[in-house]
């Protein structure tokens, strides 16, 4: 797992940088595709000129504000995303900043944490091209929404039997609210990341499950609450020239208030539904 934390706001923002620096040299990828992250091996300029190599040429998909408006920015197809202007992301205000759970492009499976990210990375060969701008959460989403990350490298937040026990479903499991089946965990392959700032976020800037080859370049990655880049089981990933830090001094609420805004949402769908049921021994009858 490599994880980087950096607290201390004062101290010297030069005295930081050379040390997130001097970190980030060290935060280095194995040599194929079985190793995990090491962070003790050291930069391989070869590895990362192999990397630039391998930017993925495809189709170029322009994102501003209003892509982002319905929710989650996902991406499924290869290709280069580039911001065209500063993302302050907080989708669905109409609807209290949740998904619907008949929405087909967020299932329950997925999105039962709400909006979990700004971006998920869901296919290989993706080049996300932050263009000097900043992708954060919105100050109201930010506080309401207390898990999200800026990116996440996967079409879920957790690998399977990981996470909030109950909600958090398996491959194969039938879909919640919407037909289908629940789909594999799937870390992204083959990621590029460059030249812009991952602002204001409740959880990461950066985090991913079973990533590979990822190349993180010149971004700074700044006022979040858990992480900046939180990549657990990665292979050949490559921080350069980032910087980390300072995380998000505000904090605006404890955990307890995230269950409460949990528990609120399930209430209130079940108060919506007719999940309601009176029961005998030998059947039920919904509840008006
Ligand atoms: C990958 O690296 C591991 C550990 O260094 C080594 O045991 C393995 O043989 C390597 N696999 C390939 C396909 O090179
Ligand atoms: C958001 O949803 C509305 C209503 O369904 C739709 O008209 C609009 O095109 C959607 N916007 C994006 C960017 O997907
Ligand atoms: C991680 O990815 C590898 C290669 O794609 C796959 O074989 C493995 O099952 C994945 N692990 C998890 C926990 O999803």
Same mark, same amino acid.
């Not at 001097?22 to 990362?48: P, W």
């Not at 109409?94 to 619907?100: A, G, L, Q, T």
């Not at 879920?156 to 965990?185: H, T, Y």
């Not at 609120?264 to 007719?274: D, I």
């Given at each position: 797992?490599? &994880?980087?934390r /950096?607290?201390?706001r004062?101290? !010297?923002?030069?005295a930081l940088?050379?040390? $997130?620096?001097?970190?980030?040299v060290q935060v280095?990828?194995? %040599?194929?595709?079985t190793?995990?992250?090491?962070?003790n091996s050291?930069l391989s300029t070869k590895?990362?000129s192999?990397?630039?190599?391998r930017r #993925?040429q /495809?189709?170029?998909?322009r994102?501003s &504000?209003?892509?982002f408006?319905?929710?989650?920015?996902?991406?499924?197809? %290869?290709?280069?995303y580039i911001l065209?202007?500063d993302?302050?992301f907080?989708p669905?205000?109409d609807n209290?900043?949740w #998904?619907e759970p008949q929405?087909?492009?967020? #299932?329950?499976s &997925?999105f039962?944490?709400?909006?979990?990210?700004?971006i998920?990375? =869901?296919?290989d060969?993706? =080049?996300?091209?932050?263009?000097?701008?900043?992708?954060?959460q919105?100050?109201?989403?930010?506080?309401l929404?207390?898990?999200?990350n800026?990116?996440e490298?996967?079409?879920?937040v957790?690998?399977?039997?990981? !996470?909030v026990?109950s909600?958090?479903?398996?491959e194969?499991d039938? =879909? &919640?609210?919407?037909s289908?089946r629940v789909?594999a965990?799937r !870390?992204?392959r083959? $990621?590029?990341?460059h030249?812009g700032?991952? *602002?204001l976020s409740s959880?990461s800037?950066?985090?991913g499950?079973?990533a590979s080859?990822?190349?993180?370049?010149?971004?700074i990655v700044?006022d979040? =609450?858990v992480s900046?880049i939180h990549l657990? *089981?990665?292979?050949r990933?490559? $921080?350069k020239?980032?910087e980390v830090?300072?995380?998000s001094?505000?904090v605006p609420?404890?955990?307890?208030f995230?269950?409460?805004?949990?528990?609120?949402l399930?209430t209130?769908?079940?108060?919506?539904?007719?999940?309601l049921? /009176?029961?005998?021994?030998?059947?039920?009858?919904?509840?008006p």
């Amino acid at each position: 797992m490599v &994880q980087m934390r /950096h607290v201390r706001r004062d101290g !010297g923002r030069r005295a930081l940088r050379v040390a $997130v620096m001097s970190f980030l040299v060290q935060v280095i990828v194995g %040599s194929n595709d079985t190793d995990t992250c090491d962070e003790n091996s050291a930069l391989s300029t070869k590895r990362i000129s192999d990397s630039r190599r391998r930017r #993925p040429q /495809h189709q170029i998909t322009r994102l501003s &504000q209003r892509d982002f408006q319905n929710g989650t920015y996902r991406i499924k197809e %290869s290709g280069r995303y580039i911001l065209m202007e500063d993302i302050h992301f907080g989708p669905r205000p109409d609807n209290d900043y949740w #998904p619907e759970p008949q929405d087909p492009n967020y #299932p329950a499976s &997925q999105f039962y944490l709400g909006f979990f990210a700004g971006i998920t990375v =869901e296919a290989d060969n993706v =080049e996300i091209d932050l263009n000097g701008h900043t992708l954060a959460q919105h100050k109201e989403f930010y506080l309401l929404q207390r898990f999200w990350n800026a990116i996440e490298l996967a079409n879920r937040v957790f690998v399977d039997n990981e !996470g909030v026990s109950s909600l958090n479903f398996q491959e194969g499991d039938k =879909e &919640q609210f919407q037909s289908g089946r629940v789909p594999a965990m799937r !870390g992204a392959r083959k $990621v590029h990341i460059h030249d812009g700032t991952l *602002g204001l976020s409740s959880h990461s800037g950066i985090h991913g499950n079973n990533a590979s080859q990822v190349y993180i370049e010149n971004v700074i990655v700044r006022d979040w =609450e858990v992480s900046g880049i939180h990549l657990n *089981g990665c292979r050949r990933c490559t $921080v350069k020239g980032c910087e980390v830090g300072p995380t998000s001094s505000q904090v605006p609420a404890r955990a307890t208030f995230s269950n409460a805004r949990f528990l609120e949402l399930y209430t209130s769908r079940l108060k919506s539904t007719t999940l309601l049921q /009176h029961c005998t021994a030998h059947h039920c009858t919904a509840v008006p």
